[in-house]
Structure formats: C-alpha cells, structure tokens
C-alpha cells in the first residue's frame, strides 16, 4: 500500500470521504495482503457505521472488479446482460431465465454463487443435474456463452478476487449489513463479468437478505446508482421474499420444478418474476422497445419450446446429461418421500420462507457452514400455497428426506410453518416494484 | 467463546448496549485468540463509532484487568497509591514523584510504559540509571515495594494481557482514538497493580495524546467514573502539555535533572506538577487532610533529603549505582554536546513540545517503531522557556548528539521550534484543572 492504512481507516472513521486513490490502495492491500486482518476488519465496520458516498460505492466497486481478471467477449456481438439476485428461499429463476433470455438473441454470461444458510445456491442446483460442469475455464466459459447464448459459472477466484477476502471477512466480524459493501460485493464480481447491463432482483421479507421493504428499497437504489456510474445499463425490480418461490425447495426438487416449467407447467409465481426479469433484461440489451413487447417475445419462445432447445445445448456444453429433459428420475431421489398432512381443515395462513429454508438445510439440502457437503435430493414440495383451502389430513407438501427420523423432524416443523386456520389470506403481489 | 462474536460485534454496531457478561466474554477472545483478528478490528472500529456506556467501560475495564494476575499486596498495609499519565515531552515526573509520595508513607506500586514517538516512557527513562532493573518479577516488584515504598516494574506479560493484544491492534488499525479505549487500556493495567487509588495526569497540548482541551476534559471525567465504578479513588489535574515539561528532554539527560531536583534544583514547572501530583496522592491515601496540608509536608520531605533517601534505598533495591547521586557523568554522555544559539535578539515566542519531542527521537533518543533501540545520551537540555528574552548569540538549548550531521539537523529544527521574536508570550498555568 502507498497510503499508511491506519490513516486511511481513521479517515472512514471520521466520517471523511475518501479518494478514489486511496480506495483503490485498501483493495491493492486487501489482494496482497499488506492490509491485515485487524485493519480490514477494522475498515469494513468504519463504513458499516459512517456509510460511504455515492462516489466512494463506485470506486470501491471498481477497486474490488479490477482487483482480478476483467472478462471481455469481444467475438460476441449480441448484447450481454446478467441478473442478480439478493437470493431467497425457492430461487432458481436463473435457471429458467438465462436459457429463456438466450433464447430472445441476449447473451448471458453468469457468474452464480453456491447457497448458505437458508437461501439456495444456483451452482447447487445445477450440481444436483448429472454431469453439469460449472468449474468452467474462463475460455471454455466464453465458448459456452458464444455457442448458446449462455454460460454458468461457479465462483472464480480469478474473479474480484478482493471479494472473495472482503466477504469471508465481512461473514465473522458483524460486518455483513452495510449497503456500500453488499453493493460493491455484488456489483464487482457482475462486472467483472464483461457485461453491458444488468438486472437486478433484490428480495424483501422473512427470508430476504433484507426483511424491510425501506433497507431493500434502499440497496436497491444505491445499486442502480452505482452500476450506472459504473457505466452498465442497470435496472431493479423489487420482488417478495415472505413466500418463497416456486412450489420446490431443495436443489434436485428445483431443478425437477425447472424442467417441468420448460415444459409449459410452472408454478404462477416463479413464471411471473422470471417473465418480468427477462423482459427487463430484453429492453437493457435493447432487442425489444418495451417490457410488454419483451414479455410477449419470451412466452412465445417459452411456448414453442425455443428456450428448452437453448437449455439442452447449454446442458450438452456443460457436459450434463441431456436425457434427464426427457426423464427426470434420472436426477435420483431420496429415501423417504412422504406427504405431511393438514392437522385441520381451514386455510394455509402463512406459508414461513426462512422456516421452511431452515427445514430444507436440516434436512441436509442446504449448509450451515460454508465447507458443509449438500444432499441434492432432500427437500420439500408444497402443495399448498398461503391462503390455500385444505381439507383435514390433506397434503401440505411432500417431504424428501435422507431417514425416517429427519423426515419425521421435518414434519413437526413444517406443520408449525404452515399453520391452518379461518383466516384466508391473500399474498401480496410477486413484484412489488421496478426502478 | 461463548457468545457468536459476530452477534456481538453486530450489537455494538447498532447502537446497543452490551451487557457486561458479553463485555467479559468479548475479553476472554482477546485473550485465547477465539476472537480473531478481524473481528477484534471491527469490534474496536464499532467502538470507536459508537461509543460505549459507563457500564460497558467499566465492564470492559474490569474484564481486561482479569484477564491476567491481579497483585494483591496485603502484607503492606499502608494505602497504595498510584499515578498515571497520558504521556507528553519531558514528562519525568515518576521518577520524582514515587520517592517523594512514599516518603511522606504512600505505597507506590508503578507499572510504567516505554516510549513511542514523541512521547518519553518512563521505563527508557529508568534504563539511563546504570544497572537499574525494571524487569522485576511479581515477587521481587512486592518485596521492592515493601522494603522502600515504591517499586517500579516495566510492563508484565502477566498484567492485563488483553490490553496487550488491544493497544497493539488499535496501533495498526486505526482505533486508538477512542475514550472508552483509552479509559480500559490505562485502568486495567493501573488496576492490576492491586492500587486503592490512583492519580490521573491527563494532558493537553500539542504534544499530549489530546490535543484539545474538551477531549482531554471528556478523558479525565471518562476516567474518573469508570476508575470509581471499579472500586478505587481517583482524582485527576488536567495539565498543560503545549510547552515541554522541565528542561531536559532525552533519557539520561531527564534523569541528570531529575538527580538535580532531588538536590533542590528543580525547574518550576516540573516541581509544581509533581507537588500538585503527590499532594493528591496523599489526600487519596488519607495521609494528609487536604491537598494544602499534603503538600506542605511533601515540600518538607523534599527539602529535609527524605526524599533522596527513598530514591537511594530503591535504587539499591532495584539494582541502580547508586553512586549516581553524587556523580552525574556516570551516565554517561553523548559524543557531540553543543549549544545552538539564538539567530537574533528578542523573546522565546514558542517552544514547540511536538516538534522538540520529534528532534529528540530523530537524535535517536526515542522509538519510531516499538522495535527501535534508543540511544539514551542524546538529547536537547532547554536554556530558554516560553517568554523568556533572549540576546543574538545567546544559547537556547543545548543538543547531545550522537554525530555533529546529527547535531546540525537538530539544530535548523530546533531554532525552528523555538522563534525568537518581539512578542512576549505569558505561559499559561501548567496545572488548568483538577477533577
């Protein structure tokens, strides 16, 4: 580091705003390690507690990008646009989106991370799929992406890799909850990505990283407005995280969820936020006027089956096995497969995300530590939704566990996430704003 | 730990309170290394932010001095009275004040610092007196105490060693400033030594820790509470540190001054400060009835020889040559003693304690780095003090350097330190407040 960095973190401290210099000096000392632990700790809670400018967002985020490799696709022509989202409980809209906005002439290069805690990973998922490579080269990355408009990609360490640091540090030292660092953690590792825009879905309620709608609101805005400093084209949609989405949670289950919405059955809710991001994604990388043109663009491709094309190339590129669209069994299953039934007759009056997410993590679907090897096949399948009527003893959803007595801890649980009663309740939209 | 340490940190974060068997257990991770480095940056940053409550000082305080052995000495049974301060240039205070407060029957059990940048320590001060040991053990620094009143020891891996790892970590990370720091730091280390009361000497000034009068206030009532809550007397004099206390800054030169003033000749500001000091030693320790009683007796020691008895016996005791107080040259002395004149006739319009202090370190006289080996014969000895005239010519310090290159450098920043100029500027009182 050239600045000395007690001066600079005492500067943050004071509620000084630092240059973009001495910004980009923290990250160099963060990558070669001349900024130690205690420091960067240190650093981390000055900005959790003193905040940083719009400016200082920006150059962090472009600190932490060029802190490693900055991909370019230069041989692809089409536009190049990404999403992100803030995860939830039942989210594998990537899955879906990215072959669906491939298919509408957008490349989508996507960098996605693995789950912890009650929210799923998209790499996960596509792990619980036979064969599916996503430890892809960055040059067999761009090759995926040039041949079928789209690439998946586990977390590269050639990539931000000050992130990588940074958000290991952030996870131990209470320094998670800032908006500057959650913007730049996000935001550096996309545009490293080499794209031109990116849509964001950032989640709010139970199971959300942000339960208020103020603080998702907030992170939402801050995102825009540095991306768009950043020069990519960037647009939001606020979207709802106190249901979870989908009927499946648990990563082979998601990825059986997935299948049969390429198929043309899919569950209302992850067919509205997947449609309404495409369209977004569509009008950034400018190949449709407006999102109503964009939507009805992707539901005729969805329709046709033009986007389970794109997925099966994506699938015979990544080295997945191409039969399991034909054959889903081929994705195996768990021991136990029983349904938990209805104590009484009434209406589904909550339907608990982070309940329900806990649940799929206990089961063994999910980590609680980062290192924490993953069940594919364990998990859960609603049959119900919130404001659902059922019948004493009837279906709530269908536990897959790995023994009788973690389907039977399930359940217990499950019944107490799920309650019935008198009151019927509606779920609030599934988007609930754009920006 | 007990507690999830980003749980606790996350607290502190948000403005909360923590409760003192978190404080304790916070401590405890400082101490066994579960707390690692990164967390306790960010801890100390949330610090910093926020604030803590009396309580929480004062659980902090009292968690840190547990951290290690706490000396009981219930063999002496008169009371055991400390000082400390916040540290300045030509601050030799202790080394006069201990003889002169344990002669008037006040135990002085003085755990004392080494130096770092312009700040003396009255350790590297100690380690001018040939053969003098402060690297006592516990045993031997009770026995000391016993036989002659005061004893002093330099710091012990022993007492409070959470601060140990605390103040190393704050140094690097950009977190000393802070009062609730400062407070725990300097009293579970002054509490360690099995104290019933101690006086505070906060300073204020150019070369203090604080350089504005409110922080130093804020300091010394900070102190104060949080020395009372734990159980033992306190009393503090804010005192001025924008002018170098006594003539002689350096270590051996500081001692040679110090052998002086137990002769009778001491500079009056040195002589005020200590007086004002011990009197409120004594008045803590119930041996005087008021301060003005105090030191009217400790005026009396000092000018009856009383007091360089007890600096005699324990230089004895301590290993000291105590042929030292007859013969000052076996101090030793710097190869290049020479005045640096006056460029012009007038009055002294500055002595600038921040800039000599860096001249003394730079002559190799103080550490830049806690590692650094200090020459202990170099030094300034003041001729002028602030306001006083002065002929062209005439000396206004004398500088002990190791090389005349040494001695050169010296002497341009030395001249530049104190202008000589047509205003004659009034020191202001060396003692501003007492609390």
């Given amino acids: 580091m050239k600045h000395h960095p007690a001066r600079l973190i005492a500067k943050k401290?004071?509620?000084?705003?630092?240059?973009?210099?001495?910004?980009?000096?923290?990250?160099?000392?963060?990558?070669?390690?001349?900024?130690?632990?205690?420091?960067?700790?240190?650093?981390?809670?000055?900005?959790?507690?003193?905040?940083?400018?719009?400016?200082?967002?920006?150059?962090?985020?472009?600190?932490?990008?060029?802190?490693?490799?900055?991909?370019?696709?230069?041989?692809?022509?089409?536009?190049?646009i990404d999403k992100h989202s803030t995860g939830g409980v039942g989210d594998k809209v990537s899955l879906l989106l990215a072959p669906l906005v491939a298919a509408a002439g957008v490349a989508v290069p996507m960098v996605s991370g693995r789950g912890l805690g009650h929210t799923g990973g998209t790499i996960d998922k596509l792990a619980a799929l036979p064969g599916y490579r996503t430890d892809l080269s960055i040059t067999e990355f761009g090759?995926?992406?040039?041949?079928?408009?789209?690439?998946?990609?586990?977390?590269?360490?050639?990539?931000?890799?000050?992130?990588?640091?940074?958000?290991?540090?952030?996870?131990?030292?209470?320094?998670?909850?800032?908006?500057?660092?959650?913007?730049?953690?996000?935001?550096?590792?996309?545009?490293a990505e080499g794209i031109d825009g990116l849509v964001m879905d950032v989640k709010c309620g139970r199971a959300?990283?942000?339960?208020?709608?103020?603080?998702?609101?907030?992170?939402m805005e801050t995102i825009c407005a540095t991306g768009r400093s950043a020069g990519v084209k960037i647009a939001a949609l606020l979207t709802d995280m106190d249901h979870?989405?989908?009927?499946?949670l648990g990563n082979a289950l998601e990825v059986v969820e997935i299948l049969e919405a390429l198929d043309g059955n899919c569950p209302e809710d992850l067919r509205e936020v997947t449609l309404e991001l495409g369209a977004e994604m569509l009008v950034l990388g400018g190949v449709a006027v407006d999102p109503r043109a964009a939507r009805a663009t992707l539901e005729r491709l969805w329709q046709d089956g033009v986007v389970r094309q794109v997925f099966r190339h994506n699938l015979e590129l990544q080295g997945g096995d191409v039969r399991v669209l034909d054959d889903h069994t081929l994705l195996g299953r768990a021991p136990v497969i029983e349904a938990v039934s209805a104590p009484r007759a009434g209406f589904v009056e909550d339907v608990d995300p982070l309940a329900l997410g806990q649940v799929v993590v206990d089961l063994g679907g999910g980590r609680r530590q980062p290192s924490d090897a993953i069940d594919p096949h364990v998990g859960i399948?609603?049959?119900?939704?919130?404001?659902?009527?059922?019948?004493?003893?009837?279906?709530?959803?269908?536990?897959?566990?790995?023994?009788?007595?973690?389907?039977?801890?399930?359940?217990?649980?499950?019944?107490?996430?799920?309650?019935?009663?008198?009151?019927?309740?509606?779920?609030?939209?599934?988007?609930?704003?754009?920006?």
């Fill in 208 to 219: 959300a990283f942000m339960q208020r709608e103020d603080d998702a609101r907030a992170l």
């Fill in 244 to 248: 979870p989405l989908g009927l499946a």
């Fill in 143 to 191: 090759d995926v992406l040039e041949q079928c408009g789209y690439a998946m990609l586990s977390p590269s360490a050639e990539l931000a890799p000050a992130d990588r640091r940074m958000y290991a540090t952030r996870d131990i030292s209470g320094t998670v909850e800032s908006i500057p660092l959650i913007t730049s953690s996000i935001l550096s590792k996309k545009l």
């Fill in 381 to 435: 399948v609603l049959q119900k939704q919130l404001g659902d009527p059922v019948a004493a003893g009837e279906p709530l959803a269908i536990v897959h566990a790995a023994t009788t007595a973690a389907w039977e801890a399930a359940r217990v649980r499950l019944v107490a996430a799920m309650p019935v009663g008198e009151e019927r309740r509606k779920r609030r939209p599934v988007v609930l704003d754009r920006a």
């Fill in 13 to 80: 401290r004071d509620g000084g705003e630092l240059a973009a210099d001495e910004i980009a000096d923290l990250v160099s000392g963060v990558v070669d390690g001349t900024l130690g632990d205690a420091q960067l700790g240190a650093f981390l809670m000055a900005v959790c507690c003193n905040g940083m400018t719009a400016a200082e967002t920006a150059a962090l985020t472009l600190g932490m990008r060029d802190s490693g490799v900055v991909l370019r696709h230069d041989r692809i022509s089409k536009p190049k």
